[in-house]
């Protein structure tokens, strides 16, 4: 194991490895006998990141220069999920720490939260049962929801979550649109999907629009005024990759003025939305505090993932999902 004389400090002579959030039976069984746990327990949210040499990271930290001139042992940061906005790449590679993320780890839980809050919003499922405990009546005929059967989807990306919501909605019977300029025509023939060059294009004549690309400078409020007036009069939304990528401003307005018909998120900005927060207590929108990911199975696979990136680096290897393969070996050299 290439963790050097540091680790000699620690228990057993084990490396050291580093949670940002209480650590539990699950994360200790997975590095049992394999490292020593830290995690942070007080006011502090890098307690003890000067003694790591892994960690095992959530979303709410930004990682750059300010946390890695805390961590001079660090050789390895892994990105519990497959988003890694909040990890500076570029700090990480003048520090010669390996940064990877857990790609495959919460896509079948993160695509099956989309679907369900797609089935909610396009049945009404918040708006009929607070209508039924405000006993208002006449259920049936103000109901007016989507079949979704012979509808349009529109997915903006196609990666991992986005293609495992094509292949559910399509054996539903939807019609499903894409934009990714990343994916390849193979990609598009394989999940059926209508291939858009632009997202304007993608939401034109969905009647139910899902978002799943990835946050960065470009794609910061992707969904604003603009695209949200391209899209058809009652079209839902449904966001569960980043809050981020939707102006929530603009998304109330839409919402107010019936353009859009209803939202579902998983996500939001910030996280999560505090007490009274206009899109909370609505009852055409449905919002989980980022939770997707979060099944038992999505858990478990998302932890296993992010253990064996850290630990394979620890061991002197170059972990498969790195994402800074240019910062190599880094520390380990």
Request: proline share 6%; aromatic share 4%; hydrophobic share 45%.
């Amino acid at each position: 194991m290439s963790t050097g004389s540091d680790a000699a400090d620690s228990p057993g002579g084990l490396p050291v490895v580093w949670f940002d959030r209480p650590a539990g039976r699950l994360q200790r069984e997975l590095l049992e006998g394999r490292a020593q746990i830290l995690d942070v327990r007080g006011d502090d949210p890098l307690e003890g990141i000067d003694r790591a040499h892994g960690a095992i990271v959530g979303a709410a930290i930004r990682y750059d220069r300010a946390v890695y001139e805390r961590a001079p042992l660090l050789k390895v940061i892994a990105r519990a999920g497959i988003g890694f906005d909040n990890l500076d790449l570029d700090d990480a590679t003048e520090f010669g720490i390996a940064a990877c993320n857990t790609p495959d780890g919460p896509t079948i839980s993160t695509a099956e939260q989309a679907v369900a809050l797609i089935f909610a919003i396009t049945k009404g499922l918040k708006e009929s049962a607070l209508r039924l405990e405000a006993a208002e009546g006449d259920y049936w005929a103000r109901h007016g929801h989507l079949e979704l059967a012979g509808s349009t989807l529109a997915l903006v990306g196609l990666g991992r979550i986005g293609g495992y919501v094509a292949r559910v909605m399509s054996a539903v019977g939807m019609e499903i649109v894409a934009y990714d300029p990343y994916a390849g025509d193979e990609r598009f023939a394989e999940l059926g999907a209508q291939r858009a060059a632009t997202p304007n294009e993608a939401v034109a004549d969905a009647h139910v629009v899902s978002v799943h690309a990835p946050l960065s400078e470009s794609t910061h409020h992707l969904v604003n005024a603009e695209l949200l007036a391209a899209m058809r009069d009652g079209v839902y939304l449904v966001n569960t990759s980043r809050g981020g990528l939707v102006d929530q401003d603009a998304l109330l307005a839409a919402l107010d003025a019936g353009k859009v018909r209803g939202a579902g998120l998983d996500v939001t900005e910030p996280e999560p939305l505090p007490p009274g927060h206009p899109l909370l207590g609505r009852p055409d929108v449905v919002v989980t505090p980022h939770v997707a990911s979060a099944t038992v199975a999505g858990r478990r696979r998302i932890f296993t993932h992010a253990v064996s990136e850290v630990m394979t680096a620890l061991d002197g290897n170059q972990p498969p999902n790195m994402l800074n393969p240019q910062a190599w070996p880094g520390h380990n050299a």
